[in-house]
């Protein structure tokens, strides 16, 4: 049973960072393309970050670029995303996502990929 499950996120002062993780059960990460998006309730997806195949090229949004990496750690079935300077704007229920094709920005953003985890919701406020 494939099964991701998001951690790591929580209330942060803006400027500050937190880490995300996703550790995946049921298929080997090795060979699949991993990504994160987020959602704020009302609003759309918003694609974050990803790889966009096992050994793929890495994108960001613009609106994160230069203050989140993703990573992933094949031997521990878990990927990452690093927030740094998180801005009020950055919050939403962040989710991780994988796909043994490709994932795109895009087609996270219209949905179409494989599995993706319950979310994490991430709190940027003072």
């Known amino acids: 049973q494939v099964q991701l499950v998001e951690s790591g996120g929580g209330l942060v002062q803006p400027g500050g960072s937190l880490t995300l993780s996703c550790v995946v059960s049921?298929?080997?990460?090795?060979?699949?393309?991993i990504g994160w998006f987020r959602q704020v309730p009302g609003k759309g997806r918003e694609a974050v970050s990803c790889?966009?195949?096992?050994?793929?090229?890495?994108y960001y949004a613009d609106f994160v670029m230069g203050r989140f990496t993703i990573s992933r750690d094949n031997a521990k079935n878990t990927f990452y995303l690093q927030m740094n300077s998180l801005k009020p704007e950055d919050t939403a229920v962040y989710y991780c996502?994988?796909?043994?094709?490709?994932?795109?920005?895009?087609?996270?953003?219209?949905?179409?990929?494989?599995?993706w985890g319950q979310g994490t919701r991430v709190t940027v406020s003072s």
């Open positions: 996502a994988a796909d043994p094709r490709v994932i795109t920005l895009a087609t996270m953003e219209i949905g179409v990929i494989d599995y």
């Open positions: 049921g298929f080997r990460l090795d060979d699949y393309a």
């Open positions: 790889i966009s195949t096992a050994r793929g090229n890495i």
